[in-house]
């Protein structure tokens, strides 16, 4: 049985590594080693925030919503609410962009939702 040398894939897999921790500061982007660590560390990173992001972001559009929302005489509650007895389907994300966006809509929106209490 022939030795199989791994020399092209370890290179590949080296090569993999390194580009990754391009961006850190000293032997963390030079040290084949502490690149390695710190590649992996930034992709368990990476993995958690992208879900993360969208509890962030639904956070961030609620807080939009209740502070245009305030603006009309309702908290986020009553508004939420109000929008779905008035049997209006709208999602955060759009609803936030309206009231940044088009606060005229956004007041109509908001008279539904006092109409329906």
Not at 56 to 73: K, V
Request: aromatic share 6%.
């Amino acid at each position: 049985m022939p030795r199989v040398k791994s020399g092209v894939a370890h290179h590949a897999r080296k090569k993999k590594i390194m580009e990754a921790a391009k961006g850190a500061r000293g032997g963390r982007s030079k040290l084949y080693k502490s690149a390695k660590e710190t590649a992996e560390r930034a992709m368990r990173y990476a993995y958690r925030d992208r879900r993360k992001k969208k509890s962030e972001f639904r956070a961030l559009w609620i807080t939009r919503i209740n502070a245009a929302a305030r603006i009309h005489g309702l908290s986020y509650s009553r508004l939420v609410a109000g929008l779905k007895k008035g049997g209006v389907e709208i999602n955060r994300k759009v609803l936030a962009d309206l009231a940044v966006r088009d606060a005229d809509a956004f007041g109509r929106l908001a008279e539904v939702a006092k109409n329906h209490q």
